[in-house]
């Protein structure tokens, strides 16, 4: 093959698009994974734990099937994390109480995000009705949400949907302060200004322009929210006010081991593994998009990145020299 050949094979290669493209979005793969590397691994082991939920009853055994002759064993080939003081597998019972706490948190946060995006997005535009409805969310946060939440689980009868009722009530606030923040900044802009100016009716520019533009720190919050509602769901089914056996969830197996901590500490360990990795994976999912999103708290991030990357070089500059006096010392 002859150098010109050579160069014209050089040169359709570097022309042709489908390779620049392929080209742009690892370059685009490799620098999202540098800048955001925890924020995907957390959304990566959440996105597990939900697949894990809703695919693992069908694949495991059965989570209420009883065998007293196996009660309270630990891992085995048969039981890898072992069993209950009925025999029930603890890993089988563990995945379906991951649909069932994730579904509940779903619910609670779905109920929180529709009336707190309602309540926040009106009292914002409309300063007459501000007044009463942040009060009645002010009221609402001057409790303490569990204690609120047995309050009004209480009232409500305990059950699913009163649960799901109760805390919805107790979460909608938070979002409710949140989205209101965001739509009196975004009513004083230009651009809401100037559809005020072509007579578009209120409702009409909330829908447009105003949520449109709030849509990612709504999502944010959500995603906080959400992660507050299935600790406060399994708060709640731990001291037996939520769902109730012999359906599990994370919550309520945690409040039977509890008499069987010495005798099976895996019977309470695993779920509450499953609260913890469930519960950081949001909150550290959330940290992360409120980074991607909002340019202030990405520009806080970044400069606590550099923070640690020069510390980091700066106790690694120490080490060496001390391993260099220690070194000269000892010749």
């Known amino acids: 093959m002859t150098v010109e050949s050579d160069a014209s094979v050089d040169r359709a290669i570097s022309d042709d698009p489908t390779r620049g493209r392929a080209d742009k979005v690892r370059a685009g793969v490799r620098g999202l994974w540098r800048r955001d590397a925890p924020t995907l691994v957390w959304g990566a082991i959440f ?23 196996n009660r309270l064993q630990g891992p085995s080939g048969a039981h890898l994390l072992g069993t209950d003081e009925y025999g029930r597998d603890v890993l089988a019972r563990i995945v379906y109480a991951g649909r069932t706490s994730l579904g509940i948190g779903f619910a609670i946060t779905g109920m929180a995000l529709v009336l707190g995006t309602l309540i926040g997005t009106v009292t914002g535009y409309y300063a007459k009705m501000s007044g009463p409805l942040m009060r009645l969310m002010d009221g609402v946060m001057a409790f303490p949400p569990i204690v609120l939440a047995i309050a009004l689980l209480i009232a409500l009868r305990s059950g699913v949907w009163g649960e799901i009722i109760a805390l ?23 651009f809401v200004a100037a559809a005020r100016s072509s007579a578009v009716s209120g409702p009409k520019i909330l829908l447009t322009h105003i949520l ?77 998009l409120r980074g991607l999103i909002d340019p202030r708290a990405r520009a806080i991030l970044d400069l606590e990145r550099s923070r640690k990357d020069r510390l980091g070089r700066a106790k690694k500059e120490l080490r060496a020299i001390r391993e260099a006096k220690t070194t000269r010392s000892e010749r």
């Open 47 to 69: 996105v597990a734990i939900l697949v894990i939920s809703a695919v693992g009853p069908f694949v495991l055994q059965s989570y209420s099937a009883i065998d007293p002759s």
């Open 168 to 190: 919805g009530v107790v979460f909608t606030p938070h979002i409710a302060r949140v989205v209101r923040s965001r739509v009196i900044s975004l009513k004083e802009k230009g």
């Open 212 to 288: 449109p533009n709030s849509a990612s720190t709504i999502l944010v919050q959500t995603v906080f929210i959400y992660a507050s509602a299935l600790l406060a769901d399994s708060s709640l089914s731990f001291l037996g006010l939520g769902v109730q056996p012999p359906t599990p969830t994370w919550g309520n197996m945690v409040g039977e081991a509890r008499a069987f901590i010495t005798v099976a500490p895996t019977f309470i360990i695993f779920p509450g593994i499953a609260i913890v990795l469930s519960v950081m994976s949001l909150n550290l999912l959330g940290e992360g």
